[in-house]
């Protein structure tokens, strides 16, 4: 099915449907969160397997609670407040949380990440990351490519059996787009 032809619900139908146990809004609401949940549960596992693992875990916890949540800033708060717990308790409950706590303790000075920033960087990073889905396909394809998994002109021109000349040229019109709608 292409994402187009999917529907999506207003914010207000949504979460009378999540309440309903529809298994389309839990979807929609995992395919909303799920990556900038687990960009926050690694911030505190340093294990982008586990965090993902954690994610699955809160969303199994949401389903079995849907019905609590009346509005978005609810389901946020308790999405991001659940993945915070739930990483504490894996981190308390692994074999290696007093090696992983000391890591964590040493890589931020003995504070607790600054909550809310790292939420919001989770979401901003959220929302790049569908901007950059929503752009044309193969521009789309190159910019994710070249930025987020790094890859050089060259290596995404061999890659796609394009010219380097047309990498840079869909590049700089992917990062032009993007421009205009996230500013």
Not at 92 to 99: M, P, V
Not at 150 to 165: D, F, H, P
Request: hydrophobic share 35%.
């Amino acid at each position: 099915m292409h994402a187009n032809k999917l529907k999506y619900w207003s914010e207000s139908d949504l979460f009378v449907k999540l309440g309903e146990g529809n298994e389309r809004a839990f979807g929609q609401v995992f395919k909303q969160y799920f990556s900038s949940l687990c960009y926050f549960a690694n911030k505190y596992v340093f294990d982008v397997q586990e965090a993902e693992d954690i994610v699955e875990e809160v969303f199994e916890k949401l389903w079995k609670c849907n019905h609590h949540i009346s509005c978005s800033e609810h389901l946020r708060s308790y999405l991001y407040m659940v993945t915070k717990r739930t990483c504490m308790d894996h981190l308390s409950k692994n074999n290696h949380a007093k090696e992983r706590q000391l890591n964590f303790a040493m890589r931020i000075g003995d504070q607790e990440p600054d909550f809310i920033y790292e939420m919001i960087r989770a979401e901003v990073l959220r929302d790049i990351y569908l901007e950059i889905n929503g752009l044309p396909e193969q521009c789309s394809r190159i910019v994710s490519m070249s930025y987020i998994e790094g890859l050089r002109n060259e290596e995404i021109a061999e890659k796609l059996g394009l010219s380097v000349q047309t990498v840079k040229n869909q590049k700089t019109r992917g990062v032009s787009i993007l421009r205009g709608r996230l500013v």
